[in-house]
């Protein structure tokens, strides 16, 4: 299988409606960006990792640490749209849109979405990730977001609601949702530009665009753990996670 250039784009910005200041916070003595671009530095598939920010605060941050930064266009309204204005530069054929709030995201994690998304005989637009869910307390959780497959493990759903829902009460399968995203190349600009849809503004889910617009979205299967931060009791958990490790 030829290897396809692959870039890895973690875009950051300064404000976080649950959590402030989120991609600077403090873990371990490092910036979360930080531990989120060391990892990602260190997936043996990815060609190039960058940083995409509009605040001059995390751009001098990443700089201060040595990470590949680039100041991208104040008006975007998401994190994709940055990384399609990044790799409107770098032109990979493969691009992985990395949430900044994964600061313990393994880079096996990552070379398993993208050795799974070049695959031969691949044609999904999209991919992502997801893990087993079993803690109740975790599936009620509407800050963890759970999804469904069919059975060649396409995405049917996402949601911030437990599903499937089990009707006669008998245990059943649930998936969490990982937020990193890959893309093919042509398709990212296309995905950036369709306007946001009524079930992504429902759920507040930008992955549902792809599903409404009818774009399919392959689900690939990790046993990692993640920690998502985006409150500040997500902050103390990784924190300690990390200073364990």
């Not at 940055?82 to 709030?101: F, I, P, T």
């Not at 998304?117 to 307390?137: H, I, N, R, V, Y």
């Not at 409404?212 to 409150?231: L, W």
């Amino acid at each position: 299988m030829r290897a396809l250039k692959t870039l890895i784009v973690i875009p950051a910005r300064y404000g976080s409606t649950r959590l402030p200041v989120k991609p600077l916070a403090n873990l371990c003595g490092k910036p979360m960006v930080q531990h989120v671009y060391e990892r990602a530095r260190q997936a043996k598939l990815a060609n190039e990792v960058v940083i995409a920010t509009d605040d001059e605060r995390i751009f001098k941050v990443a700089q201060s640490f040595d990470g590949h930064v680039i100041m991208t266009s104040s008006r975007h309204t998401s994190g994709t749209d940055r990384v399609a204005e990044v790799n409107a530069k770098y032109q990979a054929e493969v691009v992985v849109n990395l949430q900044g709030d994964l600061p313990l995201i393994q880079p096996a994690t990552l070379d398993t979405l993208i050795s799974g998304f070049c695959e031969p005989g691949q044609t999904a637009p999209m991919g992502t990730l997801k893990s087993d869910l079993s803690d109740p307390t975790e599936i009620e959780n509407p800050n963890l977001v759970k999804v469904v497959t069919d059975l060649k493990g396409m995405a049917l759903y996402f949601s911030r609601s437990p599903i499937p829902f089990a009707r006669d009460g008998k245990q059943t399968q649930v998936f969490r949702h990982i937020g990193v995203y890959i893309f093919q190349r042509q398709f990212l600009p296309l995905f950036s530009q369709l306007p946001p849809s009524p079930l992504e503004k429902a759920e507040s889910l930008e992955q549902l665009r792809a599903l409404e617009n009818g774009y399919p979205i392959r689900v690939f299967s990790t046993s990692q753990s993640v920690v998502e931060v985006d409150t500040s009791e997500d902050l103390q958990k990784a924190s300690l996670l990390l200073s364990q490790q």
